[in-house]
């Protein structure tokens, strides 16, 4: 009887054993994959023109006819027609998604909230064009990443949100509006232009600074020509794009859908000359890579050991242009968030050693850090 007594305990305990170290093991396998504040749902990419894994990416919400005239136009116009490589292009039709667009400031058309942050997320995306169809006296926007486009509005006016979201141009029409910190287009003096230049105008935002070109497509929409120092930073900020290694979400090939890649999502508000997080999460899909340019706030996400993981750097304004029939140059309106208190999101390619990220308010100084670990949420767990 004692003799099986002990046999029992003995394959009791093995047995216990067993399923502890199962436990474990399935605990193991899962804890690898982040953890996903809610399984948002992402949408049917489509690809329109894939080129390379280092070319930018663009993000079209619109049809695919759309799509295909304003990805054209722009690989039509220089200086983007001396590298068609460089870029990718795709679309999200209507079908599937439509934007919730707002007018904002009762002026312009404005698409950017976290719906679009997250459904973007979908297609690799470094930026994001929406097609919306407004009156004509609806201006578009330029604001951090995303364009939004009154389709009532020549196709150039893509060539100037480009300008804004894509290399940090301030406007050259005189709006007396916040120039970008870090901004180059705009200078102090005509000896602040350093290479070839089409001359030098008064009037870059404010009257006081000065522009290279005396009518260029960040001034008027009767042109698609951005003057020869223009296009040449905007061939540096090209040809300084790289894609990162080792980063989920930061280089995606046509073959790897932004289904197994993951990416930080923090709401942010710019309050009392800091930017405060609100929310912050792990979200399925691509996020875009980093802007290549020095401006207004900066973000850095660093492993345990200090390593600096990811970095980028973007600008806090609105940009709203619109260009009246009969008339000779743009007008509108440039909005600071850094006034505004505007929500704005900052997204970064997920990192399992990601261990926090610090994001700098560059005109103050003013730093805020915040941790990137134990988010918490669902376990994503790819059988």
Known sequence: METRTELFAFFGFALLLFVASLGFYLTKTVQTNPPISGQYELEDCKSLVYNEEASMNILFFSSEEEAVEYSSYLLQASPFNENPESFNFYYIGPDNYKPDCEIYKGAAVLCYDQEIIRKAASCPHDYIVVIDRQPLNIRSSAYLNVMSLNSRHSLTVFLHEFGHAGFNFAEEYKT????????????????????????????????????????????????????????????????????????????????????????????????????????????????????????????????????????????????????????????????????????????????????????????????????????????????
Request: proline share 2%.
């Open 176 to 383: 007396d509006g916040r120039i970008p910190r870090g901004s180059e287009n705009c200078k102090s003096s005509c000896e602040g232009f350093e290479g070839e230049t089409d001359g030098c105008s008064q009037e870059c935002s404010k009257d006081s600074y000065y522009r290279s070109i005396q009518n260029g497509v960040m001034r008027t929409l009767s042109t698609s020509d951005y003057g020869l120092f223009n296009s040449n930073l905007i061939r540096e900020v090209i040809r300084s794009k790289k894609p990162v290694k080792g980063l989920t979400g930061a280089v995606v090939s046509e073959d790897n859908s932004c289904e197994n890649q993951n990416y930080f999502l923090l709401k942010a508000q710019y309050l009392d000359g800091k930017i405060v997080v609100i929310s912050k999460s792990i979200e399925p899909g691509c996020a875009p890579s980093s802007s290549n340019f020095e401006s207004d706030f900066s973000y850095r996400v660093f492993a345990e050991d200090e390593t600096l993981i990811f970095e980028d750097s973007r600008n806090l304004n609105i940009f709203t242009d619109v260009q009246q029939d009969g008339t000779e140059e743009i007008e509108g309106e440039t909005y600071s968030v850094l006034e505004e208190g505007e929500i704005f999101f900052i997204t970064s390619p997920y990192s399992e050693s990601a261990s926090k990220i610090e994001i700098i308010e560059e005109t103050t100084g003013a730093e805020t850090q915040e941790t990137l670990q134990n988010l918490g949420g669902e376990v994503a767990c790819h059988l």
